[in-house]
C-alpha cells in the first residue's frame, strides 16, 4: 500500500513491508547489453549500467516508514524487521528484532534504453548478480516476494556462492542491518554477469533463482561483466518516531547525480568558446543522452486504491518523484564538443549547431537549440506492493497542462528510426503511453534567456488501447482523440530546468603567457586542460586544481609562451 505522502499512514497490523515508494522513492540501475553481434540472440557482447547516483538511501526501521503499525505474527519478515514489544504499540507476539532496511535499490534491465536498441538475454542463458564486496558483515540482503498465497523472505548473496540468477524484471531485493547498527556510511558492490544457465521461472521465488543449480552456475567468457556501488546511511538513533518528513526526506531524495558541467575555453589566442568536455568528436549518430547531461531523472507512476490489481476498474494514479537536481537545457557543444550530426538525421535542424560552431560543417548544421532529456517517464505494477496493472483495453496517457514559456518545445525521438516529432503541442497536446522508460526531448531556442522554466503534465488512465509504431509514445489519431477514464483520479508531475548565465571569461596574453580567467563559484573546483592545437585531440591537465572564490579564477599555461595555436578548457571537477 502505497501513502500519498509516500509514508504509510496506516497504524495496528499490516499485510506487507513498507517499500520504495514508502522510504522516498525508486532507485533504479538499468542494464543493458551493449556491443552485441546480435540483437535478438547474441553470442558475445558488453553488459553496461546506467545508473548515476549521489543519493544515499536511509537504512531505516519500521516506525520511522509506517508509525503505530507491526506484522502478522506468521510473517516471514517479521523476526527480523518487526519492531520490539511495545514500540509503536507492538503486541508481544508481532514482535520483532527492530532491524533496519531499505528497498529502494531496484536492479531492472531493458533492451531500449534512452532511445537507443540493445541485445536482448540470449537463449539458454540468464543474467547473474554476485555479491563481490560489503562495508560490513552484518549486512545482509533478502529475497521479498508476495503471490499466489506465498510469502517469501529469504537470504540471499550469502556464503561461498554469493550470487542469484535474475530474470530481468524490475527486483527489489531488502537490505538490513541490526538496529543498533553504528551511524554512517555503508556500502555494497554487486558483479553483474552473464550466467550459462536459463532462468528458472518455475522456481518459485520470484525475479532471482538461487537453486543449487543457480548457485553452481558459470559466467559466460564473451560477455563482459560490470559493477554496481550502492551505497546507504544510517543517522543517529534512526528507530525514533520524532524523524519529521520533511528532515526524513531531505536526507532521502534525489536519486539522480548531478554529472558536474565542464566549462570550455577553446581559444586562438584570441575566440573563446564554452562547452563541456566529451569524448566525442566529428559526427555522431545519435543525440546526447541523460549519460551525457547528468544522469536519468525518473518519475516512478503507478495506480493504487484499485477494486483489483490485475485489472482495475477504479483506481488512484500516484507518482513517486523526488528530484535532487535541476537539469540543464544546453546546447550540443556543451554536451558533446566537437561534433555534429549526419546531414539526414531528423534532429539535425532543431538540435544541431550553426556552420562552423565546434567545426560543423554547412550541411550538418542547424539552429543550436538548447536541449535535455534526462526526465524519463517510467512506470511501475506490482500488485504484491499494492501498484496495480493498467486496465485491460485502455492505456496510460500523459497530457501537457501548462508550461512556462511557449517557446518550450517537446520531441519523441528514436534514434533507430530516426524520429524526431513534436509531441505536447497544439496538435498533439497528450500522447498514449505505453509504460516503458521513455525520455522525450525538451527542447528552448538558443538564444532562450537564462532563468528557470517549467511544465506541467497529466497523466491518467484514457480508454484507448496504446499502438506501436512510434516508439512508447502513441500519437496516432486514435490516440489524440482517447479520453480520460473519469473512474481514476490523474496524477499531475511538473518538471524543471534551468538556462544558467553565460560564463564571464577572457583570454589574453599576460607577459606572452596565456592567461585564461573564468567565473568561479564558491565551493566548487576547477581544472585548467588543453589538447593542443587539435580540438578533436586528447585533453590533458595543465598545473593544479583551484577552488572558487565567487569571483574571477586565472590559470596560466606557462608552458606554452605564445602558442600559434592551442585550445584551453577550464572544467568544474567537484
Known amino acids: 500500500m502505497f501513502g500519498a505522502s509516500g509514508l504509510l499512514l496506516r497504524a495496528g497490523e499490516i499485510s506487507s513491508i513498507p517499500g520504495a515508494m514508502n522510504q522516498g522513492g525508486m532507485i533504479m540501475p538499468v542494464v543493458y547489453i551493449a556491443d552485441a553481434d546480435n540483437l535478438s540472440d547474441p553470442t558475445q557482447g558488453t553488459i553496461k549500467v546506467s545508473f548515476a547516483n549521489t543519493n544515499s538511501p536511509l537504512l531505516a526501521d519500521l516506525q520511522t516508514y509506517s508509525s503505530g503499525s507491526w506484522f502478522a505474527e506468521d510473517a516471514p519478515w517479521r523476526s527480523d524487521l518487526g519492531s520490539p514489544e511495545g514500540i509503536g504499540g507492538t503486541p508481544a507476539a508481532n514482535a520483532g528484532d527492530g532491524a533496519l532496511f531499505s528497498s529502494r535499490y531496484g536492479f531492472t534491465f531493458s533492451k531500449v534504453v534512452l532511445g537507443d536498441t540493445y541485445a536482448g538475454i540470449p537463449t539458454g ?14 549486512m545482509e540482503v533478502f529475497n521479498y516476494w508476495t503471490a499466489d498465497n506465498t510469502s517469501l523472505w529469504d537470504p540471499v548473496f550469502t556464503g561461498d556462492s554469493a550470487q542469484v540468477l535474475w530474470d530481468g524484471m524490475m527486483w527489489h531485493s ?15 558492490q554487486f558483479e553483474v554477469f552473464m550466467a550459462d544457465m536459463a532462468f528458472d521461472t518455475n522456481a518459485g521465488t520470484g525475479h532471482a533463482n ?11 567468457p564473451n560477455f563482459e561483466t560490470a559493477t554496481i556501488n550502492y551505497t546507504w546511511t544510517v543517522i543517529p538513533e534512526p528507530s ?20 558536474r558541467r565542464a566549462q570550455t575555453a577553446s581559444v586562438k589566442l584570441c575566440a573563446l568558446a564554452l562547452a563541456a568536455a566529451s569524448a566525442h568528436a566529428g559526427v555522431i549518430t545519435s543525440a546526447p543522452g541523460p549519460d551525457d547531461q547528468g544522469g536519468m531523472i525518473m518519475p516512478m507512476v503507478f495506480i493504487t ?6 485489472n482495475p476498474s477504479q483506481g488512484t494514479m500516484g507518482v513517486s518523484f523526488n528530484p535532487g537536481t535541476v537539469p540543464v537545457l544546453a546546447g550540443l557543444q556543451q554536451w558533446s564538443p566537437g561534433s555534429w550530426f549526419a546531414s539526414g538525421a531528423a534532429w539535425r535542424t532543431d538540435i544541431g ?15 543550436g537549440d538548447l536541449f535535455n532529456c534526462q526526465y524519463g517517464f517510467t512506470f511501475m505494477a506490482d500488485p504484491g506492493m499494492g501498484a496495480a496493472y493498467v486496465p485491460l483495453g485502455k492505456s496510460l496517457a500523459i497530457r501537457l497542462v501548462s508550461a512556462s514559456s511557449p517557446a518550450l518545445q517537446s520531441f519523441n525521438y528514436d534514434d533507430y528510426d530516426n524520429i524526431w516529432d513534436p509531441i505536447f503541442d497544439a496538435g498533439r497536446p497528450q500522447v498514449l503511453w505505453s509504460g516503458g522508460m521513455w525520455h522525450n526531448y525538451y527542447t528552448l531556442p538558443a538564444n532562450a534567456a537564462p532563468g528557470t522554466y517549467t511544465a506541467t503534465y497529466e497523466i491518467f488512465i484514457a480508454d484507448a488501447e496504446f499502438s506501436e509504431g512510434t516508439g512508447f509514445a502513441d500519437y496516432s489519431e486514435n490516440a489524440l482523440a482517447a479520453q480520460a477514464d473519469p473512474n481514476f483520479t490523474p496524477a499531475y508531475l511538473t ?11 577572457t583570454i589574453r596574453l599576460a607577459g606572452g603567457i596565456p592567461t585564461i580567467s573564468i567565473q568561479s563559484t564558491s565551493g566548487r573546483t576547477y581544472r585548467l586542460r588543453t589538447c593542443g592545437d587539435d580540438l578533436n585531440g586528447t585533453w590533458t591537465d595543465l598545473g593544479t586544481p583551484k577552488s572558487g572564490t565567487g569571483g574571477l579564477l586565472e590559470f596560466q599555461d606557462t608552458a606554452s609562451p605564445r602558442p600559434g595555436r592551442k585550445f584551453y578548457q577550464v572544467v568544474e571537477v567537484q
Not at 126 to 138: D, E, F, N
Request: net charge negative; proline share 9%; with cysteine.
Open 210 to 220: 538461487y537453486s543449487e543449480a543457480a548457485l553452481a552456475a558459470a559466467q559466460n
Open 353 to 367: 549547431s550553426p556552420a562552423g560552431s565546434g567545426g560543423t560543417p554547412a550541411e550538418n548544421a542547424g539552429n
Open 174 to 188: 531488502y537490505f538490513t542491518l541490526p538496529a543498533n547498527a553504528e551511524p554512517g556510511i555503508y556500502t555494497a
Open 495 to 505: 518538471y524543471t530546468w534551468v538556462v544558467p548565465a553565460r560564463p564571464v571569461a
Open 240 to 259: 525514533t518516531t520524532a524523524l519529521a518528513f520533511a528532515g526524513f526526506f531531505a536526507m532521502a531524495a534525489g536519486c539522480i547525480a548531478r554529472r
Open 305 to 310: 486504491n484499485t477494486d483489483d490489481p490485475y
Open 125 to 138: 542463458h540468464s543474467l547473474g548478480l554476485r555479491l563481490l564486496s560489503v562495508s560490513s558483515p552484518q
